[in-house]
């Protein structure tokens, strides 16, 4: 029996893969997403809102909030604080880094993961509920993190949750990341062709500018059950930012545009007729 296994995490949490297919995408409509709020927060900042946080999958890992840096291309841009699952979370200091915000740019805009937790280590929103997997079911941290703001710093508060939304944005698809979704599918198929076994098609980086990567093949085994976070290296000093090289990391991964056909002035999406083709392979699985 051949068993190939093919990347494709939002979460971008998968180890040996450079990044996982879908992931590009996703960073590059919520860095899309916080740049427009920022911009609408500034027009009200004056007299009403001055606090808006935008709430961000993320249960261990913090690569989809971090990629909301992106946004930001000179000092004071949007956003200026991350709470990334990796960095516990310290009141004293968020609600510091929040107020200084405000004073030196006029508002301050909020990527927050939905997996950041307190330091004894419970999720921030933890609601009591356990998944169908044993998982903790977490509670929206968004309103939660707003009403502190509010109650602590009198700012009035503004937030909402990507959700579905950032999983499913393929009218604002990144090139690059289509690419290899394409790239690592075709990989996979040629794998089973070829009878390797416990195999998974991963991207490897070569450079970071030109980005150029390649495919190779990596052992299930070092990929199952493994969780890739955040490096210490990406995050800065405060906790509440990310480095020049997790920019470099992630800023090649959102490059190109690639729309899908519009009719009637709305994305034309392929409807899947789910119609089985005939066996070509036998004991061969890709998943």
Known sequence: MVCVGIPKTVDNDLPITDCSPGFGSVAKYLATC?????????????????????????????????????????EGDAPHVLLLPEVAFDEGRFLNKVEQAVQQWGSCVIAVSEGIKRPDG????????????????????????????????????HWAVADYLQRSARHIASETDVEQAYAVGRAAVEFAIAGRNAVMPAIRRISDSPYRWDIIAAPL???ANQEKLLPPEFISA???GITEAARSYLA???VGEAFPPFKNGLPDYVRLQNVATSKK?????VI
């Open 34 to 74: 916080i740049r427009e709020a920022a911009f609408d927060l500034t027009s009200m900042s004056r007299t009403s809102t001055k606090v808006f946080a935008l709430e961000v999958m993320g249960r261990h890992a913090g690569w989809m909030t971090a990629a909301c840096v992106l946004a930001a291309e000179r």
């Open 221 to 223: 085994s070092a990929v």
């Open 122 to 157: 419970e999720f921030f929103s933890a609601s009591g509920v356990k998944d169908a997997f044993g998982h903790t079911q977490l509670g929206g941290v968004a309103p939660l993190i707003t009403n502190l703001i509010g109650a602590k710093l009198g700012h009035k508060c």
């Open 238 to 240: 405060d906790g509440f």
């Open 252 to 254: 090649p991964l959102i």
């Open 281 to 285: 392979l036998t004991n061969q699985f």
